[in-house]
């Protein structure tokens, strides 16, 4: 808690500079050069000119402060903690600084800055490596080749996905635009979101998830009475046919969209049973008539996340284009243990053998029916896991952008065992 004392300072410095019109003092190096500080506000860093700042060194400042986190992230060497010699340092003078093993040398030989050196060379070729490395495509050491998709819950999640490696968005979770207001977001206002986003990604796709709120996703914009047992309420797509305003002006948007963006599909999710999807093709069907457009090209898929649809996965796989499974819901639903219950974390587990049948029978399903499986719930960007699930069958993993390039690389280094 100490340590994230400088965020609120931090805050308050930005808040009284707005209030008295004081410009901020951004810090000013000329020159490449090791920025020497009692302590840096987060905001100093994130300023910070990186062709300038080869590294930072403060005698306060903790290793998980937020300063110490943007640093890292901007790839800024930095030593914290140095307390009692930094003011032994003048302006100008030459000092070596190894983030790698926390040292600051006052007076480094030829020899120790030569050294550390090339060992910067190497981390910065590493670096740039990794990052070319995971905008390839993936493939296991046995040459199977694995899908590796992003889950984004905005247009601003779009760039990072794309930077990050991502081949297409596997969910796009609708809610941010039904809760960023006190009123529904329009027919337009959602055509012009989803048309962009498709836009951004060419001809990769973007899997749109239909609303998906009710349980721990309260929505301000339409109030709903509260349940005894929220998670086993009427929540996503139970909500969306209770309350078809909700659904059918998201489902013109999208099919509006998808005229434009054949990259566009749709995935309805918290779907049990076939009659739940039978009723949303109705009505996408209906408002694609109305609006003189083909629902027919547009693919229909649905997350298994409960584990009725695991059960009826069958019958559904012949309904549907294609099945994500969203571990987050099928976890907590398959263990009978609310996902956001601290005092349940062991049972919440995805690695559990009932959790894993459940997936592998969606396998199975989608294998049998020729349609394709993904996972979008957390366990797809957990490395840990790649390994069970490329085995399993699984060859498509959509996850958040920060976590692609980790997946790529572990994918990259996996056998899948037959
Ligand atoms: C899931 O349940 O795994 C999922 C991806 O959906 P959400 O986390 O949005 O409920
Ligand atoms: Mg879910």
New binding site residues.
């Given amino acids: 808690m100490r340590e994230r004392e400088a965020d609120v300072q931090d805050i308050a410095r930005q808040v009284m500079m707005e209030m008295t019109g004081e410009p901020a003092a951004a810090v000013a190096i000329e020159q490449p050069s090791i920025l020497l500080a009692r302590d840096l506000m987060p905001s100093d860093v994130a300023g910070l000119d990186t062709a300038k700042v080869l590294g930072i060194c403060l005698s306060e400042g903790g290793k998980t402060s937020h300063s110490a986190i943007l640093a890292r992230a901007m790839g800024i060497p930095a030593l914290v903690k140095a307390r009692g010699c930094l003011e032994q340092v003048t302006p100008g003078q030459m000092v070596t600084l190894d983030g790698f093993a926390g040292l600051l040398w006052f007076a480094p030989s030829a020899a120790v800055s030569a050294q550390l050196a090339a060992q910067r060379d190497a981390w910065q070729a590493e670096q740039h490596q990794a990052k070319q490395r995971a905008l390839q495509h993936a493939s296991t050491t046995d040459g199977i080749s694995v899908s590796v998709l992003a889950n984004i819950g905005g247009p601003d999640d779009v760039r990072k996905a794309l930077d990050s490696g991502a081949e297409g968005v596997g969910l796009f979770r609708t809610e941010f635009l039904f809760q960023r207001s006190d009123s529904l977001p329009t027919e337009q206002e959602q055509f012009d979101v989803y048309c962009d986003i498709a836009a951004a990604l060419g001809d990769q796709p973007l899997t749109i998830r239909s609303l ?1 709120v009710g349980g721990d996703k309260p929505l301000a914009a339409f109030p709903m009475p509260s349940e005894d047992n929220p998670f086993l309420g009427v929540r ?1 797509v139970r909500l969306c046919l209770k309350h078809p305003e909700l659904l059918v002006t998201q489902l013109r948007a999208i099919l509006r969209a998808h005229q434009q963006h054949r990259n566009i599909q749709l995935m309805i ?2 779907v049990a049973r076939v009659d739940e999807v039978r009723h949303v093709k109705a009505l996408l069907q209906r408002e694609a008539d109305a609006l003189g457009l083909d629902a027919s090209t547009l693919p229909v898929g649905i ?1 298994i ?1 409960v584990p009725a649809a695991v059960l009826n996965a069958d019958a559904l796989a012949a309904e549907v284009d294609f099945f994500s499974i ?1 571990t ?2 099928l976890t907590q639903y398959v263990m009978a243990a609310d996902r956001g219950n601290t005092e349940l974390t062991d049972l919440i587990n995805y690695f559990d053998p009932a959790v894993l049948r459940a997936i592998e029978m969606t396998c199975a399903a989608g294998g049998k029916a020729g349609i394709p499986v993904s996972m979008c ?1 957390e366990m797809a960007g957990d490395p840990k896991a790649t390994q069970q699930l490329l085995n399993i069958g699984l060859r498509k993993f959509s996850a958040s952008a920060s976590l692609l390039p980790a997946l790529k690389a572990q994918i990259r280094q996996t056998a899948v065992m037959k």
């Fill in positions: 998906d996503g999710p918290m997350m996340e969203g987050n819901d719930g």
